[in-house]
């Protein structure tokens, strides 16, 4: 990454280590989960300078079904997928960018 920022300034990099949505125990509803990781590299001394995980679990109080998540090519699925990359976000923005 680096040498793709020409050796010169910081890179931020950001990776989805996973997501998915999951059934909840002894019911037919079902929550998204996703985990990232992101990291501030200082791309002139090829080293990171600050790493910051991030995992989230949706706590909806009537979370959605199978069919639910789907309906509608999946619009159900997508928006809580964005809720959980806007939450991941806010927690790398304030473990790498606030301090």
């Known amino acids: 990454m680096s040498k793709l920022a020409g050796n010169s300034g910081l890179v931020f990099d950001v990776q989805t280590v996973n997501w998915s949505f999951i059934y909840l125990p002894f019911s037919t509803h079902y929550r998204v989960a996703m985990a990232m990781r992101a990291r501030l590299i200082d791309a002139g001394a090829c080293k990171r300078i600050a790493q910051a995980p991030c995992a ?26 964005q809720t959980a990359t806007e939450s991941c976000f806010d927690t790398i923005h304030k473990a790498l960018l606030t301090n």
């Open 56 to 81: 989230y679990v949706s706590d909806d109080p009537n979370p959605p079904t199978y069919d639910e998540m789907l309906d509608d090519h999946g619009a159900k699925l997508r928006a809580m997928l």
